[in-house]
Structures are given as C-alpha cells and as structure tokens.
Nanobody, 127 residues
C-alpha cells in the first residue's frame, strides 16, 4: 500500500500561483502512475493531471492545460503540481492518487482506477 501526503495548498488571488506536493511512501513501483484530482464544493471529484513514474508521460484536463504542470522527482518519491494563472473556478480540495499498471502505460482519468489517495489540500482562489 502506498501512503500519500499532499501539501502546498492555500489562499491565492486570481492570476497567482501555487505549487502542490505529494510525497509517496511505502510500496512504490516503477510501473506506477500518479494523478492529481480536485473536488469543488457540491461537485464530483474530477481529473486534473497525471504522470507515470518511469517515463514522465503527462496528461492534463482541458480546463488546466497550459496553466498547470505536473512533474515528479523519482529520487524523492514526490509529485508536484505547479499551478499558474489561477482562476476562482480552480478553488477546490486537491488530492493526489496512485495506481500501478501492467504493460504499456496509458493514462486514466477515472477515480476508481486509483486505489491509493492522500488526504487532500485545500486551494482557494479569490477574485
């Protein structure tokens, strides 16, 4: 089982930036991938971005493409989400999640495909 701990959330004005971190411990695998998801009040949890540990292949939701960047530091077992040009609609609790895969990597935006989750970190973007 992988343990995940997010950090870096906070309050920021529209147009500002934040960097979220997700530290993974326990069993991690080279054939694994990490995802960032978010959940706004009263809404479903939605996919934001994902990356695989071995090749660093990234995928983004259309709503954040060009503004957010996901990256990983394999040596530190840590995944980051750099969020720039933040908008009020980015306000949500952000969660990181982990999964393993067999064969070739392909991303999945489905929460059910990620068995391990962090506790979440809150991001609030003011007008």
């Amino acid at each position: 089982q992988v343990q995940l701990v997010e950090s870096g959330g906070g309050l920021v004005q529209a147009g500002g930036s934040l960097r979220l971190s997700c530290a993974a411990s326990g069993r991690t695998f080279s054939s694994g991938a990490m995802g960032w998801f978010r959940q706004a009040p009263g809404k479903e949890r939605e996919f934001v971005a994902s990356i695989n540990w071995s090749g660093g292949t990234t995928t983004y939701a259309d709503s954040v493409k060009g503004r957010f960047t996901i990256s990983r530091d394999v040596a530190k077992n840590t995944v980051y989400l750099q969020m720039n040009s933040l908008k009020p609609e980015d306000t949500a609790v952000y969660y990181c999640a982990a999964r393993t895969y067999s064969g070739s990597y392909s991303y999945t935006p489905t929460t059910y495909d990620y068995p391990s989750w962090g506790q979440g970190t809150s991001v609030t973007v003011s007008e």
